[in-house]
């Protein structure tokens, strides 16, 4: 497993484009990118979807990591679901 040797994204300063308050959520988002990356990049593809002592694979929680952001950032904003993120469900 390769992790780089930069910095965790919090000590690399602000991320452009992106206000005060909201920085730590990137700096999370930007981190665990980093760290998904790096543990995935050589992870066996013969084990994404062993269910270990009966609990979700790997490969499903790699599936849904998107839409699970996304949700997030829309009930953040106070919306709903839109009809897409509902079908993407």
Same mark, same amino acid.
């Given at each position: 497993?390769?992790? +780089?040797?930069? *910095? !965790?994204?919090? =000590?690399?300063?602000?991320?452009?484009? @992106?206000? #005060?308050?909201?920085?730590?959520?990137? &700096?999370?988002?930007?981190?665990?990118?980093?760290?998904?990356?790096?543990?995935? +990049?050589?992870? *066996? !593809?013969?084990? =994404?979807?062993?269910?270990?002592?009966? @609990?979700? #694979?790997?490969?499903?929680?790699?599936? &849904?990591?998107?839409?699970?952001?996304?949700?997030?950032?829309?009930?953040?904003?106070?919306?709903?679901?839109?009809?897409?993120?509902?079908?993407?469900?």
């Amino acid at each position: 497993m390769r992790y +780089s040797v930069q *910095p !965790e994204y919090w =000590l690399r300063g602000s991320v452009n484009q @992106v206000p #005060a308050l909201l920085q730590p959520a990137a &700096h999370g988002l930007l981190q665990m990118r980093a760290e998904v990356n790096a543990v995935m +990049s050589e992870f *066996p !593809e013969n084990k =994404l979807w062993v269910k270990p002592l009966g @609990v979700a #694979a790997p490969g499903f929680h790699l599936q &849904h990591i998107r839409g699970v952001i996304d949700r997030l950032f829309t009930y953040a904003l106070g919306e709903s679901l839109s009809d897409a993120q509902l079908d993407y469900l």
